[in-house]
């Protein structure tokens, strides 16, 4: 008896659906307990630093000192933390798309949509390899590529808000407001995500912990040189001293120039943008327009080995285009 190895492939992926969403279900309860652990240790951890820096004296070479060492140990900080954010783990990356799901759940949805994506290219008809590689692509290239899109949609969201909300404190501490009523008026009045992170650090710091810290923990979940320079300020403002409005306010300015700048940037590279979408879309556009005029044409890609052979190397070519391209008219800012 000869088993079509089609259904075999179907079972070992209903096969790993089902291992996939029981290990999702165990996942979070496993991981659950696990975070609530780690947040009762962190919050129950003294800062030795904070402490260390805030007995410092305050005479003016003492306080130059100190802002200079502050200064490097957030440097150094900092660029280790840059390092990882290139390529963050998949359990930050959905926190700083603010998205509340746990790995578990997450894994189980990409599985899910990797089945779904491979039952309807089955029951179209591809052939097992396009089958087995849309597949793959659905499990593991679909969902990464939403979270990321997600991710970086709510980045930009946060950084048309962040100038704002510095001014708001600014004005509030020219008015007498201590910064933490700023800070409470921020998280309860700005925009998403703003609003969101801002509420954050009020909560850490009804928990115990300073504020200069709180603020700094916020470029973990929102990896930007924005918010970098926001959690500088204020941390080096509250163990050096120092006029927080007028630090704040050129904050604000440096902000606003760098918002402009890089719609500047934006506007100087969208023909270039154009010209890579139109270029890149010419070999789809051009086969649906000879499949449409000449099906038997160009079928003989898809029906016979050596044109699913070509037909291979030309995706990967053009995927290896399409890459060089998006890297020639990716502009860091």
Not at 234 to 239: E, H, N, R, W
Request: charged share 20%; net charge positive; hydrophobic share 50%.
């Amino acid at each position: 008896m000869q088993i079509d190895i089609r259904v075999l492939a179907m079972m070992g992926l209903v096969g790993f659906s089902i291992a996939a969403l029981l290990y999702g279900f165990l996942y979070d309860r496993i991981e659950r307990q696990a975070s609530v652990e780690r947040r009762r240790t962190l919050v129950a951890a003294p800062s030795a630093e904070v402490e260390r820096t805030r007995a410092a004296a305050a005479t003016p070479t003492a306080r130059r000192r100190n802002v200079q060492e502050t200064l490097k140990d957030l440097e150094v900080k900092q660029k280790h933390k840059a390092s990882k954010s290139t390529n963050p783990p998949m359990q930050l990356r959905l926190q700083q798309a603010g998205l509340t799901l746990s790995i578990g759940r997450f894994y189980t949805y990409s599985a899910v949509t990797g089945l779904v994506v491979t039952l309807v290219c089955f029951l179209v008809g591809l052939p097992l390899l396009l089958v087995l590689g849309a597949g793959f692509v659905g499990a593991v290239g679909l969902p990464r590529f939403l979270v990321n899109f997600i991710r970086k949609r709510r980045h930009a969201a946060f950084i048309d808000e962040l100038a704002n909300a510095v001014e708001v404190i600014v004005r509030g501490v020219k008015a007498g407001l201590p910064l933490n009523d700023c800070l409470r008026m921020i998280a309860s009045e700005a925009k998403e995500p703003v609003r969101s992170e801002f509420r954050t650090v009020i909560e850490a710091m009804q928990l115990g912990m300073p504020i200069d810290e709180a603020v700094v923990r916020m470029y973990e979940r929102v990896p930007l040189p924005e918010t970098n320079f926001f959690g500088i300020v204020l941390s080096i403002q509250s163990k050096a001293g120092g006029n927080l409005s007028e630090a704040l306010g050129n904050l604000a300015k440096v902000l606003r120039e760098r918002k402009k700048m890089r719609a500047k940037i934006q506007a100087m590279s969208m023909e270039a943008k154009s010209s890579a979408s139109i270029i890149g879309s010419l070999p789809i556009i051009v086969t649906a327009l000879v499949y449409m005029t000449s099906p038997g044409y160009i079928m003989v890609l898809f029906v016979t080995p050596i044109g699913q052979i070509v037909l291979g190397v030309s995706i990967l070519w053009m995927l290896i285009g399409v890459f060089v391209m998006k890297r020639m008219i990716s502009f860091d800012f």
